[in-house]
Antibody, heavy 122, light 107 residues
Framework: EVQLLESGGALVQPGGSLRLSCAAFEFTFSSHFMSWVRQAPGKGLEWVSTVSSTGRNTYYSDSVKGRVTISRANSKNTLFLQMNSLRAEDTAVYYC???????????????WGQGTLVTVSS | DIQMTQSPSSLSASVGDRVTITCRASQDIRYYLAWYQQKPGTVPKLLIYGASTLQSGVPSRFSGSGSGTDFTLTISSLQPEDVATYYCQTYDSAPQTFGQGTKVDVK
């Protein structure tokens, strides 16, 4: 069964940095685009970033562009999100999500991790 | 950037009722639209992709329609387990956008 396990969430001070990881199991990780989606407490879903299957192409929301880097290690079936210059408004549960079809950006997310909580506060 | 506007923001209906949620895109997104269900305290679940294709394992009472800018999620006969917040999402381009959500309750 497909599984996505996020880790790395923590309480961090404004201006700090954090690296989130998402370990993937039971699918051909290297064939699928992967994304991070976040959800602030009591709020809706917000797309953060997507990386292509090879890692060569990356896409970011305007709210994180320049502060966040998405990457992947296909040899380790792991997705990453490096977050710098964190702000209070980055406080959210961060989900990693798998694009349904292989080798395409243009599809929905068929599997989601359980999420990891990032809290930005002094 | 594409804006996705869902309506209503919340609704309450009786068991067995037909429920319709709409999602309007600020520009043509072809059929690059998905619907998700998120029950309280749980992870989003994919219901519909490609505007109208039912994800495997999703009950047939859920259906999606539309293309271009106007889309609809329909629950043909509302069940107690359908209490959740429903989100539309476009993956037509970057940045991707989710609708603000529609909270569905049972009377």
């Amino acid at each position: 069964e497909v599984q996505l396990l996020e880790s790395g969430g923590a309480l961090v001070q404004p201006g700090g940095s954090l690296r989130l990881s998402c370990a993937a199991f039971e699918f051909t990780f290297s064939s699928h685009f992967m994304s991070w989606v976040r959800q602030a407490p009591g709020k809706g879903l917000e797309w953060v970033s997507t990386v292509s299957s090879t890692g060569r192409n990356t896409y970011y929301s305007d709210s994180v562009k320049g502060r966040v880097t998405i990457s992947r290690a296909n040899s380790k079936n792991t997705l990453f999100l490096q977050m710098n210059s964190l702000r209070a408004e980055d406080t959210a549960v961060y989900y990693c999500a798998k694009v349904r079809a292989s080798e395409t950006y243009y599809d929905a997310y068929d599997y989601w991790g359980q999420g990891t909580l990032v809290t930005v506060s002094s | 950037d594409i804006q996705m506007t869902q309506s209503p923001s919340s609704l309450s209906a009786s068991v067995g009722d037909r429920v319709t949620i709409t999602c309007r895109a600020s520009q043509d997104i072809r059929y690059y639209l998905a619907w998700y269900q998120q029950k309280p305290g749980t992870v989003p679940k994919l219901l519909i992709y490609g505007a109208s294709t039912l994800q495997s394992g999703v009950p047939s009472r859920f259906s999606g329609s539309g293309s271009g800018t106007d889309f609809t999620l329909t629950i043909s006969s509302l069940q107690p387990e359908d209490v959740a917040t429903y989100y539309c999402q476009t993956y037509d381009s970057a940045p991707q956008t989710f609708g603000q959500g529609t909270k569905v309750d049972v009377k």
